[in-house]
């Protein structure tokens, strides 16, 4: 009997060991589905944060290093990185006038540089480097593709577009520079005129006037030409451009044929005009025009 008991407890032992092996198998399973699952949550989130994108901040700190030290292009694509991976960052319009900035100045090339600037203007930002932008933009035109009449456009922009009181006359006057090298000198006469009209107080009026006689003289308007360059010298003695328009005046009055009060100034200004031996040739040959007259 005892035996049969025994029997009987070694029996459900077994069963009972068996029905825990049967039991317990699915969790160790489920446990390691679940940690594979996370696993690969984790690492799908560690590739995107860390591997796949950088952040703007980082970036844009990269390439404000490398453009410091000179490795321009690779500063250059650090920012164009940026630009395309994160569209919404608050960094978008900072780099692409540092875009601008690169090519324009660093690689010479005007009008990669302006394609970047018109950008950053075009987010329509009315801050500093919008400003700064419009003002490179027109720059590039005048210095740089020699296209005068978008310079002229872009010089108004900034007189009217932009609050800068301290530089409205500059802009005006490169207004009329354009002019002048587009060989309109009755506009170039005109926007002269509105500067000294606009902004009294501004340092370049003794420029201006001077300019303006030049543009006389071009233009064949010798008596016009001669009354502004005494007026700039009456007003603007010790301007920079003071020997500059006694020679206009000199040379004016030798084409009107008046060779002896021409020939008066050329001689007083000899010892301060720069280029001598030109001078001296015209004195030369006054005197032998003087001397062939017969009155």
């Not at 952040?55 to 390439?63: G, H, I, R």
């Not at 453009?67 to 500063?75: F, L, P, Q, T, V």
């Not at 601008?100 to 950008?119: A, C, M, P, R, S």
């Not at 920079?240 to 009055?253: E, V």
Request: hydrophobic content about 35%; proline content about 2%; some cysteine.
């Amino acid at each position: 009997m005892l035996q049969g008991l025994e029997k009987k407890k070694r029996k459900r032992k077994k069963m009972i060991s068996r029905n825990n092996l049967l039991s317990e198998k699915p969790y160790p399973l489920l446990l390691t589905a679940k940690v594979s699952i996370i696993l690969t949550l984790l690492s799908l989130s560690f590739y995107q944060t860390g591997c796949h994108k950088e952040s703007p901040e980082k970036l844009y700190t990269e390439a404000e290093d490398l453009w410091s030290k000179g490795r321009y292009i690779e500063a250059a694509k650090r920012l164009l990185r940026l630009i395309e991976d994160f569209p919404q960052s608050a960094l978008i319009n900072d780099s692409l006038y540092r875009l601008g900035e690169i090519h324009y100045l660093n690689l010479g090339d005007g009008l990669k540089g302006i394609k970047y600037f018109y950008e950053v203007i075009r987010q329509g930002k009315k801050g500093e480097n919008s400003y700064n932008a419009r003002r490179y933009i027109a720059e590039i035109y005048d210095n740089t593709l020699n296209d005068y009449e978008q310079a002229i456009i872009e010089y108004h922009k900034l007189i009217n577009d932009y609050d800068r009181v301290d530089m409205a006359d500059k802009y005006q006057y490169h207004i009329a520079q354009c002019y002048l090298k587009k060989g309109d000198f009755e506009q170039a006469i005109t926007e002269f005129d509105i500067l000294r009209e606009e902004y009294p107080d501004s340092e370049l009026i003794p420029d201006s006037y001077y300019q303006k006689a030049n543009s006389l003289y071009i233009l064949g308007r010798c008596n016009d030409a001669i009354a502004v360059y005494r007026t700039f010298l009456k007003e603007y003695p010790q301007s920079r451009y003071a020997i500059d328009a006694k020679f206009g005046i000199a040379t004016c009055l030798e084409e009107e044929e008046k060779l002896r009060e021409s020939l008066t100034i050329y001689k007083e200004i000899r010892e301060d005009y720069a280029n001598k031996e030109l001078l001296d040739m015209k004195i030369d040959r006054l005197k032998k025009r003087i001397k062939g007259r017969r009155w």
